[in-house]
């Protein structure tokens, strides 16, 4: 299955993709994180794994990819905009993947210098990815970059479920209810977590469509230290009843 995981900037997306992905790997399962956010460098951190290339290098960058835009832009659309033909992970060159058998990471592109562009190139590329991914047997991660403008630009639309972190916070609330619209407008099942809880979590559960929350993930010191230091992070018990009910749903 392909697992979009998104949410408001600061609520803990990519620690808890990291979270699901150890999880899952743990369990046997073979785990794909893609990386689709553009400003964000730590995803890779809390793997514990090394920065892998962009992908979006192997099509030629961000021009070549922009290039590809401007002329379906161009057409007024009587061209389809094809970045991607249906490829399984084996496709992808081995050298812009980094992990070991449980878990592989892939980063579709990041913004490196001052005034080379907007992202626009990266979330069309983003969305090709997804929807063209085979995921053969494996589970599919994908931690996106902060807010909805990945709706905007239809990168859910390969996903099997959308994951909503939550955080105890009023935008994060109102952003959750924003995201279950969206997602019933695209026929995508959406699920929320609940991320840095501590007694709270039951307030905040009764603020959000409780049916929709599948777990919580508490406030966990080693967890902080993690993402403060660069490191991986540690599994946490809390996940196991979040990932039962992510594959069993």
Request: proline content about 3%; hydrophobic content about 40%; glycine content about 10%.
């Amino acid at each position: 299955m392909k697992f979009v995981i998104c949410g408001k900037g600061g609520s803990g997306k990519s620690t808890v993709s990291a979270l699901i992905a150890r999880e899952m790997a743990s369990r046997g399962e073979k785990v794909l994180v893609v990386d689709t956010d553009e400003s964000n460098f730590g995803l890779y951190k809390q793997l514990g794994l090394p920065q892998p290339r962009d992908f979006m290098d192997s099509l030629g960058g961000k021009k070549g990819l922009g290039e590809r835009l401007m002329k379906f832009m161009r057409s007024e659309g009587k061209e389809k905009l094809s970045i991607l033909q249906e490829f399984s992970i084996d496709d992808i060159p081995q050298e812009l993947i980094v992990g070991e058998d449980g878990i592989k990471l892939v980063a579709i592109g990041k913004i490196h210098d001052y005034g080379e562009g907007c992202a626009c190139p990266m979330g069309a590329l983003a969305r090709e990815f997804i929807e063209k991914l085979k995921a053969d047997g494996m589970q599919v991660i994908v931690d996106t970059d902060a807010g909805i403008e990945h709706f905007g630009r239809g990168v859910e639309a390969g996903s099997d479920r959308i994951v909503v972190v939550i955080d105890p916070s009023f935008e994060s609330v109102q952003l959750s209810e924003k995201i279950s619209e969206m997602g019933a407008k695209i026929n995508k099942p959406v699920c929320f977590i609940l991320n840095r809880m501590n007694e709270d979590a039951a307030e905040l559960s009764s603020l959000v469509d409780g049916k929709k929350v599948i777990g919580s993930v508490p406030f966990d010191r080693d967890v902080f230290q993690a993402c403060l230091k660069g490191s991986q992070v540690p599994q946490l018990a809390e996940m196991k009843e979040i990932v039962d009910r992510l594959l069993a749903e």
